[in-house]
């Protein structure tokens, strides 16, 4: 028996038989606490005398109609599937039935404020939950516009993908919202959220000329603390961005953003209503890295609108490309449309730093990961989906061109709107504009796991010049693909109180070794960091000099994406054990007191722990836990009060105190 799975093999022979037109969609919300009514009418065209099923799962089936003959739903329903036999060219499926409210975030979830006692409901149909609200084939690519009608208590306000229209008053108090069909979208991003929550409203012009209203909500005993001009200015500045490098409008009619209470992800991008986790209203002081990490996930779901939602992958298996597409393209938002200029700083110290250490876990597993089925997706939502996938894709565009990349992702969008693609779709884009052969990049870089490390080998003459700079390529034994990246390398030199860049060049590096002609005859520096600029996904090393340098002098570096390069190479060559953990130590207290990136701050405290914890030699682990709360005390104390850095290192002492 299936129970609530489904296999891909299943939704490719259900594609192969039904085309979906539309849903009309009828909930009754006055039902009480338990359950809600739900009434779907489904029309689709089918190979005529054909079986399928649909899915729903509902405490109760009250009527199924299939084209006028009622079908016994004692006979048909069982294991979250309706079996449809005897199909139509035409067909219309009717189903009547009772969903269950949850606690747990999928479906309909509903809250009750204990601050208040009001009622609010959301719901969350990623990845196969639209089918515990309504009738569904529920999969990806059998798209369907969606028409909601809502009935709730008068006083509530009901949010759904379409601008939420005036409610007709109903008996006792209730109303019912008759919301305009959707365009043609997956399941999946179809959404509802009902309740007394609050909100304020606001607009935008597209760049097609079309007025765009905006909205944010939240709960009522929340609102005081939510900052929704901000959150509007964020959205405002993601919009122009996005319609001018994807030279393609804003596709739905309006754009809500909602902040829902128990919400068990970051957020969710919904077409058009956008809901968020409570955590991003902020109730008390917060770090730097947390504000910026609200900007990349406002930003993040903003980008789902085009990458996502007008464009859907065909099945969960290019799930990675939807969210590491999404984690690219707001890092670069945030980094050129807002204050948050230095976002690849952060995306270096927390998204690298995550895919980096889940790349090398034994649960590490290609980019482009097997999905036969739902319970496959479930296990692949993690660090290489998002934060691999994410660094993949920042290297893809730099081994095509940023400019190629965005022409080519412009040319996926016209082409594919509003329809379902494949991997292969956006590479044949990525050819065309860059003139690159992606197919063997794509095999080497998503269908193979493990991360390589790159290292500098360099060859002195007697006057202090390079007689010979190449990159070794490595890789563990067992990932032993070696790959292409395009790099940076970068030379740094103490000039007076600081470490400058006084030298950059940009390759290619394939292959176990490359020699780099052009750093010959240059004078060896203080400092040679690969990965210059942060393009490539590898671990890099720092040679002896290098490593000394950075202990002395990395505050000394203005540029903090190069400082937040140096504070992971370090790191790496510690837990490797290719490093003294002692020095490591001594590297974090000497620098880190003068770093000024929060993310950088918060990533590199968190190590700074382990290796005083674990890595230092157990006979010296005593004497440097009391070095490090020392410093860290001492590091609070001298910090601004009331600063983002003061927090972080008062909280990062009363850690290394407890």
Not at 78 to 91: F, V
């Given at each position: 028996m299936p129970g609530e799975n489904l296999t891909r093999l299943e939704a490719q022979e259900r594609r192969a038989v039904v085309d979906t037109q539309s849903y009309a969609i009828t909930l009754d919300l006055n039902r009480g606490a338990e359950v809600f009514g739900s009434r779907t009418v489904v029309r689709f065209t089918a190979t005529e005398g054909a079986s399928t099923f649909i899915d729903l799962i509902a405490r109760d089936v009250r009527e199924i109609t299939l084209n006028g003959r009622s079908i016994d739903p004692a006979v048909a329903f069982?294991?979250?599937?309706?079996?449809?036999?005897?199909?139509?060219?035409?067909?219309e499926l009717v189903v009547d039935a009772d969903g269950v409210y949850t606690n747990t975030g999928e479906g309909l979830?509903?809250?009750?404020?204990?601050?208040?006692?009001?009622?609010?409901?959301?719901?969350?149909?990623?990845?196969?939950?639209?089918?515990?609200v309504f009738a569904v084939f529920e999969q990806p690519d059998l798209k369907a516009e969606f028409q909601f009608t809502v009935t709730a208590p008068a006083a509530w306000k009901v949010i759904s993908n379409s601008p939420t229209p005036q409610p007709e008053p109903g008996d006792d108090g209730t109303a019912t919202w008759t919301f305009e069909p959707t365009p043609r979208i997956s399941s999946y991003i179809t959404a509802l959220v009902a309740g007394p929550y609050e909100a304020t409203y606001s607009e935008l012009t597209s760049a097609s000329g079309r007025v765009i209203p905006?909205?944010?909500?939240?709960?009522k005993s929340l609102w005081q603390h939510l900052d929704a001009d901000y959150v509007f200015e964020k959205t405002r500045q993601g919009f122009a961005y996005y319609e001018e490098k994807f030279s393609y409008p804003y596709p739905f009619a309006k754009y809500?953003?909602?902040?829902?209470?128990?919400?068990?992800?970051?957020?969710?991008?919904?077409?058009?209503?956008?809901?968020?986790?409570?955590?991003?209203?902020?109730?008390?002081?917060?770090?730097?890295?947390?504000?910026?990490r609200r900007v990349v996930t406002i930003l993040h779901e903003l980008a789902h609108m085009w990458f996502g939602d007008l464009v859907t992958m065909k099945w969960w298996n290019d799930l990675w490309l939807n969210e590491s597409f999404a984690e690219w393209a707001s890092t670069i938002a945030t980094a050129e449309a807002t204050e948050w200029t230095a976002a690849w700083t952060t995306f270096n110290a927390m998204e690298k730093t995550w895919a980096y250490r889940q790349d090398q876990l034994p649960s590490t597993h290609p980019v482009v990961a097997?999905?036969?089925?739902?319970?496959?997706?479930?296990?692949?939502?993690?660090?290489?989906?998002?934060?691999k996938g994410g660094s993949v894709l920042k290297q893809l565009a730099a081994w095509v061109g940023v400019e190629a990349f965005f022409a080519g992702v412009s040319a996926y969008f016209a082409k594919h709107e509003f329809g379902n693609t494949e991997l292969t779709d956006l590479?044949?884009?990525?050819?065309?504009?860059?003139?690159?052969?992606?197919?063997?990049?794509?095999?080497?870089?998503?269908?193979?796991?493990?991360?390589?490390?790159?290292?500098?080998?360099?060859?002195?003459?007697s006057d202090g010049t390079i007689s010979r700079f190449a990159v070794v390529q490595t890789a563990p034994a067992d990932y032993p693909t070696i790959r292409p990246h395009r790099l940076g390398i970068g030379f740094y030199n103490l000039d007076g109180s600081s470490l400058v860049r006084t030298h950059h060049v940009e390759l290619d590096v394939d292959g176990d070794l490359t020699e780099v002609p052009d750093l010959v005859g240059q004078k060896r520096p203080d400092l040679v960091l690969l990965n210059d600029d942060d393009l490539a996904y590898a671990k890099i090393r720092l040679d002896e000099r290098s490593l000394q340098t950075a202990i002395d002098h990395l505050s000394k570096i203005s540029d903090p994406l190069a400082r937040s390069l140096v504070w992971g190479a370090a790191w790496d060559q510690t837990r490797d054990a290719e490093a003294s953990a002692s020095d490591y130590v001594d590297l974090v207290l000497r620098n880190i007191g003068s770093e000024t990136e929060s993310t950088t701050v918060r990533t590199t405290l968190a190590q700074l722990q382990l290796a005083a914890n674990a890595y230092v030699a157990p006979e010296k682990r005593e004497i440097t836990r009391i070095k490090v709360a020392?410093?860290?005390?001492?590091?609070?104390?001298?910090?601004?009060?009331?600063?983002d850095s003061q927090l972080q290192f008062a909280t990062a002492f009363a850690a290394a105190a407890a």
């Open positions: 069982a294991d979250s599937r309706i079996a449809l036999d005897g199909l139509a060219a035409t067909n979830h509903r809250f009750v404020d204990p601050v208040d006692g009001e009622v609010y409901l959301y719901s969350q149909f990623e990845v196969p939950d639209s089918r515990r905006l909205g944010v909500f939240a709960r809500d953003q909602m902040f829902v209470p128990e919400f068990n992800a970051g957020a969710m991008e919904n077409a058009g209503a956008v809901t968020f986790t409570e955590t991003y209203v902020f109730r008390s002081k917060v770090t730097d890295a947390v504000r910026e097997e999905i036969n089925d739902l319970e496959d997706v479930q296990v692949n939502f993690d660090g290489i989906t998002y934060a590479l044949v884009e990525l050819e065309a504009t860059s003139g690159r052969e992606l197919t063997a990049w794509s095999k080497k870089w998503l269908e193979t796991a493990g991360v390589n490390t790159l290292s500098p080998a360099i060859t002195e003459g020392d410093a860290l005390w001492d590091l609070a104390l001298e910090a601004p009060s009331g600063s």
